[in-house]
C-alpha cells in the first residue's frame, strides 16, 4: 500500500473516533440539561422585584452567595453572567438571569419575575404586559457593517 493511502485511512479513523465520542457526548450533556431544566421548571416562582441594577460580570465579583461561588466549576468562575441586582421585598439580592431575557429587564422599573432560586427565566410588566425596553442607537460603523452582512448573506454579529 502507499503511504499516502495508510495515513488517509489513519486520519479517517481517528475522525470516524472523534466523531462517536462526540456524539456520546452530547447525548449525555442533552440528559444533563433536561433534567436541569425539569428542575427549574419545578421550582419557578412568580415574584414582584424591583431592578435596580442589571450588568454583565463575573460571577466571584457578583456578589452572589458563597455556596454558589462554591458549586461553580473553576473554569466557569472567571466567566461574565448576565447579573441583576433587584429588591425583592425588604432586601436586596444578586439574581442570574437568562441569556435570552437580559436585555429586555427594564431597570429601575417594578416587575413581575418567574424566578427559580437565584435564576430569573422570565420577566413581566407590573401588571402582566410584556416589559418593551427601547432599542439603542446604533454606530454608523455597526450600521455600515451590519448593511455588508446583510448584502453578503451572512447572519448579522450582536
Do not use: C
Not at 134 to 139: P, R
Amino acid at each position: 500500500m502507499n503511504t499516502l493511502t495508510i495515513v488517509l485511512l489513519v486520519i479517517l479513523a481517528i475522525l470516524i473516533i472523534a466523531v462517536v465520542v462526540l456524539y456520546f457526548l452530547g447525548k449525555k450533556a442533552q440528559k444533563k440539561q433536561d433534567e436541569q431544566q425539569a428542575q427549574i421548571e419545578a421550582m419557578k416562582q412568580t415574584v414582584s422585584m424591583l431592578i435596580i441594577d442589571k450588568k454583565r460580570m463575573k460571577l466571584k465579583d457578583a456578589g452572589l452567595p458563597q455556596a454558589v461561588l462554591e458549586q461553580t466549576p473553576k473554569w466557569l468562575r472567571g466567566s461574565k453572567l448576565p447579573i441583576v441586582k433587584a429588591k425583592v421585598g425588604p432586601q436586596i439580592m444578586s439574581l442570574i438571569s437568562e441569556e435570552k431575557i437580559f436585555d429586555s429587564i427594564p431597570v429601575k422599573k417594578e416587575v413581575k419575575a418567574v424566578v427559580s432560586g437565584i435564576y430569573i427565566t422570565d420577566v413581566r410588566g407590573l401588571h402582566g404586559k410584556p416589559v418593551v425596553v427601547e432599542k439603542k442607537k446604533k454606530s454608523k460603523f455597526k450600521q455600515l457593517v451590519e448593511r455588508a452582512q446583510e448584502k453578503a448573506g451572512a447572519k448579522p454579529v450582536k
